[in-house]
């Protein structure tokens, strides 16, 4: 049977080491507040092959390089990332304040207890992968990619393949036309049924429809160079996943936390959700999936927990 073990009682729990999480970290444990942050191990940042709208790094940065950079600045500042996954988030009825259950990565039969009094969830979202081989090599180097608002200016006056299906796939192409003339929409065999206004809009921006299914990918010489359907080969520059995302709220929905249609945490301007002591930043709270946005809603998320905590004087 695993063992349940009590850790001391912290200001705050932040579940997510990613950009939320770590910005958040940096700022408690500034304000001079006990942090613990727990981390699975899994941030979407660190898919990354390289940003560049992230503010201060003109010449773009990898995602990897940003965390580590980000994680070097906590620890300056006195947090320790706890590796490991919070399976469980139980209030204890004291001034809004929880008990969390988490399993240490090094010890997964293990079972670890830790009592805080605000908690910050920067879970982050998991995007949903087309089921073609050697995706995952794809996405590590820059052929498949996810989010046109971060790199669309990357592939300007390239050859464009969407995959996806439904209203989130046409307004992803429709918003790559800013970019390129040659945009094409693959459904993966998937039916469009597309309205008669999605017609007009696909005609009027002269977007192409392939709604066979993919057989293979294939990158070769810094190109995808080969897309098999049933009727033959597609080539592009880049391709953009529209397939969405799951998002990580598991532990806010088993408190009853407001949410909308996809999981995504309704918060106030505070980022607090409609859970007493529970916040949440980034991914899992907002549809605008930005480093930016993750940081600026961290920022606020970890001012208000500092303000809504009993005085720490020193």
């Given amino acids: 049977m695993a063992k349940a073990d009590r850790r001391p009682c912290v200001d705050c729990l932040i579940v997510g080491a990613g950009p939320a999480g770590l910005t958040a970290a940096v700022y408690l444990a500034r304000f001079r507040r006990r942090v613990m942050l727990v981390d699975a191990g899994e941030p979407r940042a660190a898919l990354i092959p390289r940003s560049r709208n992230c503010p201060g790094f003109p010449d773009g940065i990898t995602g990897p390089d940003l965390l580590a950079l980000m ?7 006195g947090v320790a990332i706890d590796a490991g996954t919070v399976v469980g988030l139980a209030p204890t009825g004291v001034d809004g304040g929880f008990a969390a259950d988490w399993r240490p990565a090094a010890a997964p039969g293990r079972t670890l207890t830790c009592e805080a009094r605000a908690v910050l969830l920067a879970t982050g979202v998991v995007d949903v992968e087309p089921r073609l081989a050697r995706i995952e090599r794809a996405i590590r180097d820059g052929y498949v990619r996810h989010c046109p608002i971060c790199d669309g200016f990357e592939v300007v006056g390239e050859r464009i393949g969407v995959i996806g299906f439904g209203a989130g796939a046409l307004a ?16 993966l065999g998937e039916p469009m049924e597309p309205t008669d ?16 299914p993919i057989v293979e990918l294939e990158v070769a010489d810094g190109k995808i160079k080969c897309l098999q359907t049933a009727s033959g080969e597609h080539r592009f520059d880049t391709l953009y996943s529209a397939l969405g995302a799951n998002v990580r709220s598991e532990l806010a929905l088993a408190l009853g936390a407001a949410h909308d249609e996809t999981g995504a945490l309704s918060v106030d301007d505070h980022q607090r959700t409609s859970v007493p002591g529970l916040w949440a930043a980034g991914d899992v709270s907002s549809s605008l999936n930005q480093i930016a946005v993750a940081a600026g809603q961290a920022a606020i998320a970890a001012t208000a927990i500092h303000r809504a905590l009993p005085a720490a004087y020193l």
């Fill in 71 to 77: 994680r070097a600045h906590a620890a300056r500042c």
């Fill in 172 to 187: 992803e192409a429709l918003f790559l036309r800013t970019y390129s003339s040659d945009v094409t929409l693959l459904t």
């Fill in 197 to 212: 206004a999605d017609r007009r809009q696909l005609a009027e921006a002269g977007i192409a429809v392939i709604e066979e």
